[in-house]
């Protein structure tokens, strides 16, 4: 089974924008759309993005500081938390990070929060 610790990690952050600066939860989302819709494995994720976020190349901050944090313009429905991935228990992992990727996907784009 493919790993999908990259999406756990993803989707937490996405849920929690203030991780994030403006900039890095725009990128994040275009990555969140990569891997649901795309279906990009992580390794070619890093190979596609390594020269954009090269801290050498990069033009903007992924991190989110106190002057400046992600924040959607308009609020989210999520059908799905990290919580609900531990509740369903080891045996669902796999499935129960894609559900909710898929999840997350599909509520920000219905909220307006991603096109």
Not at 7 to 35: E, K
Not at 48 to 66: A, L, Q
Not at 79 to 92: C, R
Request: some cysteine; aromatic content about 10%; hydrophobic content about 35%.
């Amino acid at each position: 089974m493919p790993d999908v610790h990259h999406l756990l990690v993803l989707c937490y952050h996405l849920q929690h924008p203030s991780l994030y600066s403006p900039d890095g939860l725009r990128y994040s989302q275009g990555m969140l759309v990569q891997f649901v819709e795309e279906g990009i494995h992580p390794q070619q994720m890093r190979q596609r993005i390594s020269g954009e976020v090269d801290s050498g190349n990069r033009k903007f901050k992924i991190k989110g500081t106190p002057e400046s944090q992600g924040a959607y313009a308009f609020p989210v429905q999520w059908t799905m938390t990290a919580a609900d991935v531990v509740a369903a228990g080891p045996e669902q992992y796999y499935d129960s990070v894609r559900t909710w990727a898929d999840g997350m996907l599909k509520a920000l784009r219905e909220s307006g929060n991603l096109k």
